[in-house]
DNA sequence: GCCAATTTCAACAAAAAACAACAAATATGT
DNA sequence: ACATATTTGTTGTTTTTTGTTGAAATTGGC
């Protein structure tokens, strides 16, 4: 590891682009040491490198919940245009927290006059700036990887609200046990949701139903016949008593 | 990869549709090279291209307030970047909205372990994605167009907090008027949180100093001595008598 | 349908940057 | 102190990028 990796690291992260001329002055080395000092900084993934310069590769550090939305992103895309065929002009929805929830905001940005009630605050702004839209952010605490908020207030403006959709995600299925999440938090949230919902959309990509890695230990509520599923592929057949009655749209 | 992707990305993707002669312009390139650059990217499904521009592929539509965060972003990239210098680890800070205010959310990522009060949903969720910051979403209901809340919860949340630094900034500024902005709520945000910080840091960018198009006519509340103004170029000398007594920081 | 104005494309030349190999300088171990 | 490694700078060559030119294609109006 050489001495100038924190320095040109720093610099790099701090600026976002520079030039590799002007590294080599900064540290008052060669531009052959910036490239030697930098192979492996790139090929660590630190870095990018492109012509003439060395781009900082985490938008100033990379938050872990923006690196999730890059996991399975072309079938959450696909997932969430799915969702916003389903959800039309002037309707009311609730929004959960989540990855493929903020994939399904950035979808909802081609509805009008939207109303939403959401816990995430990434889900929030993103709708917020649509003009015509008429969004509520449920909570005031929020949470530090992801920006969801899961205090009192978020409960109640949560059980004030009346929807047409509530959109809900999980990280798992499992055949016998249904839609699981990780925290209790998130259940109760949901739970609030569905209960001041017509509808509920439950959004989860395919591989959330094979086993992960970190498994998921708590049930997300049951879901109504009717209410309405949605996946980039038919789920396996060991799901097809968990998905009886459900509405099964595929993105 | 070229080191002119993100920003023509982010370009397109604020504005729907430019033309390949602005892109040139903007850019300082030639109209060949926006050409060479941008076939990837529409290969890849990012842009769409039309004759004469390119358009942007994502549902988008643009946003003014996104759109607003294009005017004068130099300077206020060199502002936020300043009052990033001023704020430090661990401090606690709140933080008003406006675009200037999105491009100290940005710039704050790289500190850690903030404590964060917003009424604007954009810098709360730009904040809460780092690990270690705790963030306060001031407000429930989120005005369309930038996600900024002004109801009562929001003024609930504000007055209960205690912070280091308030960052403020001003549509216009005058110099016997002092610091402008359009709307009432917004001063009425500002003057709540001055009342709970230590210290208040007023960022606004050169172009504040001319007359603007639409004036502002409301009065941000006065600062105190030893409060800190952030700019990219020093005020007129006009601005003599309402800069006595503050500190002048320039980015 | 045809013409004029743009826009796009292809090919080339100049400039900038990356690379490889070697030599000098510094650091390290015995 | 000596020999050996490691790091750094320099040189020359190769690669990539960029702007320019002129030809082909597309648009819009008549």
Known sequence: MSKYEDQLLQTVDMRGTVSVQELSRLLG?????????????????????????????????DPPFLARMNVNRAAKVAIARQVAEIIGDGDSVAIDTGSTSAFVAQALRSRRNLSVVTNSAFVASTLAMIPGNNVSMAGTQLRDHDGAAFDRSAFEVIERMQVDYVLLSASMVEPDKGFLVHEQCEVDIATAMLANASRA??????????????????????????????????????FDALCEGLDLRLG
Request: glycine share 4%.
């Open 201 to 238: 959309i439950m959004a989860v990509d395919h591989s959330k139903f094979q086993p992960q890695s970190r498994k998921p230990a708590l049930r997300q509520p049951t879901l109504k016949p009717g209410d309405i599923l949605v996946s980039d592929k038919p789920p396996p057949a060991a």
């Open 29 to 61: 080395v060669s531009d052959q040491t910036i490239r030697r000092v930098s192979r492996p900084l790139v090929e660590r993934g630190d870095l990018r490198k492109v012509h003439g310069a060395l781009m900082s590769n985490r938008p100033a550090s």
